[in-house]
C-alpha cells in the first residue's frame, strides 16, 4: 500500500465573512491521481491555493511527507516538493521557451549549495528540461517566445516546466483548457505515463468528465467549500451527495457544461 505524501487537516480560508474551504481533511497517496470536482465557486482553486502557499490557512495545515509546511511561503513549498503547474504570468514572455526552461532548472539546481554538484545538477536539469520539451511535442517552438506561443502550446509548455522541476506533488488545474482535440492527447498521455511514478501523487482539477473518467483513480468532491464526497471514482459519482449537489441536471452535464 502507497505511503501519504501530503495531507491536509481541517483546512479552511476565510474570505471576510465567507467560507471558501471550510475544514477540509484529506491524505493523498503517492502513486495515485485525485481529481478534484464540484461546482462553480465551491472552493477547488482555493483548496490548491491553500496547498501551494498562494493564500494562506485562516486554520488547519498542510503536510507534506509529514512536514508541516502551512506557515512556509510559495518559492519555499515549491522547493519542498509542492508543484502547480506555472502561470504564464511568472515566465518572462520575451524569452525563449528554451530560455525560460533553462530559468526553472537553475532555480531548481541553486538549491545545492556545492558548486560542483550545483554544476552536474545543473546539466542534468538541463536534460531533463529537453526531454520534457520533448514529450510535449514542443521542441519545433524552442526558440520561439513565448509570448508567440499559440495558447495550447503555452499549456504544454506549463507541463514541460513542471515535468522539469519534478515535484513530489503535481498540481493541475485543467490541464487542457483551450486545446485542440489534437494537443489534449499528448498532455493527458504524460499525465498518465507520471501515475506509474510510485513516489509522486498527482492532484487534478477538473471539469471534464472523459479527463476525469480517463486519468481519476479517486475523486474528491467539494461543496460550498466543504468535503461532501471522497472515494473511487464510480462509487462516488453514484453516491446520493453527489447527485444531490447538482440536482436536475445529473452531475454529468452539470461538469459538461462548465
Ligand atoms: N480572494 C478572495 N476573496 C474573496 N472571496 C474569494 C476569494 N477567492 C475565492 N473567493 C470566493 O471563494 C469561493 C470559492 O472560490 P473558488 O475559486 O475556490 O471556487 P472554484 O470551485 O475553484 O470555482 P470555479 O470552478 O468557478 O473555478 C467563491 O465564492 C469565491 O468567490
Redesign the pocket.
Known amino acids: 500500500m502507497s505511503s501519504t505524501l501530503l495531507r491536509t487537516q481541517d483546512l479552511t ?1 476565510r ?2 465573512g ?1 467560507v ?2 471550510d475544514g477540509v481533511s484529506c491524505a493523498f497517496a503517492a502513486g495515485a491521481l485525485t481529481a478534484i470536482i ?12 491553500l496547498i501551494s502557499g498562494q ?1 494562506n490557512a485562516s486554520t488547519g495545515r498542510v503536510f507534506l511527507g509529514g512536514r508541516d509546511i502551512s506557515r512556509m511561503p510559495v518559492a519555499a513549498r515549491a522547493r519542498a516538493g509542492i508543484g502547480r503547474a506555472f502561470q504564464l504570468t511568472n515566465l518572462f514572455p520575451n524569452l525563449s521557451v528554451m530560455e525560460n526552461l533553462r530559468l526553472v532548472a537553475q532555480s531548481k539546481s541553486k538549491r545545492r549549495a556545492c558548486i560542483w554538484s550545483m554544476a552536474s545538477r545543473h546539466r542534468t536539469l538541463i536534460e531533463a528540461a529537453e526531454q520534457a520539451l520533448e514529450q510535449v511535442q514542443l521542441k519545433d517552438q524552442r526558440f520561439q517566445k513565448i509570448s508567440e506561443l499559440s495558447h495550447g502550446d503555452q499549456r504544454k509548455l506549463e507541463v514541460a516546466m513542471l515535468m522539469t522541476l519534478d515535484p513530489l506533488v503535481y498540481m493541475f488545474d485543467e490541464p487542457t483548457a483551450g486545446m485542440s482535440m489534437d494537443e489534449a492527447p499528448v498532455v493527458l498521455d504524460l499525465i498518465a505515463a507520471l501515475k506509474q511514478r510510485r513516489d509522486r501523487t498527482i492532484l487534478l ?1 477538473e ?1 471534464k468528465m472523459d479527463v476525469i473518467r480517463a486519468l481519476a483513480d479517486r475523486i474528491i468532491v ?1 461543496n460550498n ?1 466543504c468535503l461532501a464526497a471522497d472515494g473511487a471514482p464510480a462509487e462516488v459519482m453514484e453516491s446520493d451527495i453527489v447527485q444531490e449537489a447538482y440536482i436536475g441536471r445529473g452531475l454529468e452535464g452539470a461538469l459538461n457544461e ?1
Do not use: E
Open positions: 480560508a474570505f471576510g465567507h471558501a474551504v464540484g461546482p462553480n465557486g465551491a472552493g477547488k482553486t482555493t483548496y490548491f491555493d493564500v482539477v471539469h467539494l467549500g462548465l
